[in-house]
């Protein structure tokens, strides 16, 4: 069973908007055994959607369109179905009741246009908004649907879970699918490419594996479709073990984990607490740290020192060090870790020191120079790290990498 | 002059990512006078990426693709596109030297996978690419052009601006047309609307005025399309500053310009470092004024004090001020702000509290309250702020407004 998604309106098409509509309408579909092959996007123009229509329905029997059903005139969605279909249009008494509930509570009455928006497709199921004003509708031809939400995201949410994804459901009984993401840190695709090579030459016709990379990470998506929903849980289950055994040291977690997550979990579950002492990266790391709900029971605060001045004030570097090796060095990344656990009394620290550029480069220390030092007041681990000349990417690797090292480090100690 | 985007791979299908390139590809394309009238996601299959391009060029001329260009063999993008023009693939000498140095600069060598990656279809004008191992390609054919990118969003953009961009304009060049983008932070769109409404109402035909709001910010983007460019830049001048004269206390820059680029240079102008005090913020203030290039020059260092005992030990908060007013109030942030302009030196300082949740509200002190204090010695203002539940926005907002805060108080006392 597959289904095509078209989302209609100009917002997206001029860049207005970032269309996040289709990945959650895509991945809700996915988890009912429904693949989406395509994602359309276009204006909202009866010939466009005409033309979508047709495409669409010539390799699929189920459409899922959002967008183009408010009140003003460019929203023409309605009407174009209806005559797509050769249906008429009728007051649909219902919708203007709830309507005008809507507006006595905001306190305000219906205008003309509002009874002009209650206007359905003769052909079309009605489905009921409880969070807005334009309903869904579902048409439904020779065994093939089309159904029409509201762009607004919360209100296509609402209609996808409470009305369309059940009918769905009873509509087109399908064949299952199933993911399992593996999400790796440390290492590049092809490498591990290589390192799981006979396991992806053995992988059964209905497993696919797909290598998505992104600044550092690689995540390892395995997709198994079949009749027999369990078993291919179990296969996948199976498969990612032989993963698991190729590449443990890169695998830091699954499906939508993130780094600092998983690293949240890890200090939650050996009551560490932690800190940071950050220069180059100039709080990136505690940013990223406290992004994770209930940080608040592992992280203590940070030191953000862009100066010599603070790394020698609040963080305790010897004059001498900063002097003889440099801000950028592994002896100050350790005394700034040294002095951290000091001053904040954590138990894990990270230091980080380096030259994010574009100015800052020496021969000997060029532009995405950088040292990590990573431990607690027993151990230190130190990472050096020659990176591009993109500021903003140097920044976010090391953030990544620095967060794996703590990864590393508990894990060690466990 | 129209094109399509043409975004390949099974992420976006499934739901595992959000498609952010398309929006950030029509944008460019529209302020190069390029109408983007469909973009579409599909499978990286050959039959899939052969029919979309078939669709594609049955409507446009212009044709942008994203994704499928990775070693690994679910990428197969550049098999397809090599047939579809009916060209051979040959190894590419120049993008193999590239590899070799980048993998070289990581300690690594480079496997036959990557020799494989080398092999480009012979037709098309290879796009080197300075931030990623996978070049982009250019295929022209009958006045026709097809664009390959690969899918990672700073790849892209790099290749967008450094040789996509270019190459579109020399090979199409259209009807001249001219932006000028005003931003504005601290009002909403339909405030600003009525703000400005007579010079929205009067102005020429030839020039569109949009509204762009995001989290706390609203950019005016006026286009002007015609045949004079310096005309229609001298009419945006005038138009521009009819804007400027109905709201000049919500404009803070132009174009691209950021708050932390602006206040980077106010502060540089102004001779004065700034420091900062981070709670619910998490680092991300420090983080956002050191993403700007040359910030040591008035950035010296912050604190995050996630914890009480941070607060006391770091920032100096009198733990009578904690106890009785809670760490989240005015009193707090000003105790704060005291503490690091003495401990931290700096001319002018921001501190932060609140509550970013999802956990910790109060009937009192719901989630989302927000407390900012921003000054020097001499002078402190203060800001409550009552946002809503979602953690990332409210850490985001926050943010923008504690740096315009510095903003008007550099410009109030200058």
Same mark, same amino acid.
């Given at each position: 069973?597959t ?60 459409v899922?369109?959002?967008g ?23 007051f ?48 439904a ?27 769905i459901?009873?509509t ?20 591990i ?14 497993i ?40 443990p040291?890169? #695998?830091?977690g699954? $499906?939508?984990? *993130?780094? /600092? !997550?998983? &690293? +949240? ?7 560490k607490t932690?800190?940071?002492a ?76 380096? #030259?994010?550029?574009? $100015?800052?480069? *020496?021969? /000997? !220390?060029? &532009? +995405? ?6 431990g ?39």
């Open positions: 069973m289904a095509h998604i078209l989302t209609i309106g100009d917002e997206i098409l001029i860049g207005q908007i970032i269309d996040s509509n289709s990945a959650w309408m895509a991945e809700q579909l996915n988890l009912k055994g429904i693949q989406v092959t395509k994602i359309v996007s276009i204006s909202d123009t009866a010939e466009a959607i005409r033309e979508a229509l047709d495409d669409a329905f010539a390799k699929t029997d189920l899922l369109m959002t183009g059903l408010g009140p003003t005139k460019d929203d023409i969605t309605k009407k174009t179905l209806a005559e797509y279909y050769g249906a008429g249009m009728s649909h008494e219902e919708t203007f009741e709830r309507l005008t509930k809507i507006f006595a509570r905001w306190g305000r009455e219906t205008t003309p246009a509002h009874r002009e928006q209650c206007f359905m497709p003769d052909n079309a199921k009605i489905l009921t908004n409880k969070t807005g004003t334009a309903p869904g509708m579902w048409f031809n020779g065994g093939k649907v089309a159904v029409s939400m509201p762009g607004v995201p919360y209100e296509m949410k609402y209609l996808m879970e409470h009305e369309v994804l059940p009918l459901e009873a087109f009984p399908g064949k299952p699918i199933t993911h399992r993401t593996i999400l790796t840190i440390g290492e590049g695709e092809s490498r490419a290589r390192r799981i090579q006979d396991v992806e030459e053995n992988l059964p016709d209905y696919k594996l797909a290598y998505l990379p992104n600044l550092g990470q690689v995540r390892l998506r395995l997709s198994a479709t079949g009749n027999n929903l369990s078993e291919l849980k179990k296969e996948l289950d199976t498969q990612v073990a032989l993963i698991e055994a190729r590449i040291e890169f #695998i830091f699954y $499906g939508k984990d *993130t780094i /600092e !997550k998983v &690293v +949240g979990q890890l200090l939650l579950e050996n009551k932690i800190g940071t950050e220069s180059c990266t100039g709080g990136l790391v505690a940013h990223r740290i406290t992004s994770i709900p209930g940080s608040s029971a592992y992280y203590e605060g940070s030191i953000v020192a862009y100066s010599f001045g603070l790394k020698k004030k609040l963080l305790n570097v010897a004059p001498e060090i900063l002097k003889n090796h440099g801000a950028v060095s592994e002896e100050t990344v350790k005394a700034m870790l040294d002095g951290l656990l000091a001053n904040l009394g954590v138990d894990i620290g990270i230091a980080i020191s380096g #030259i994010a550029g574009p $100015g800052g480069g *020496t021969p /000997e !220390k060029p &532009v +995405g120079t950088i040292w990590i030092a990573v607690d007041k027993n151990k230190m681990n130190t990472l050096k790290l020659q990176l591009g000349k993109s500021r903003s990417n140097t920044v976010k690797y090391t953030a990544t990498k620095a967060l794996d090292m703590v990864r590393q480090f508990v894990l060690e100690k466990a």
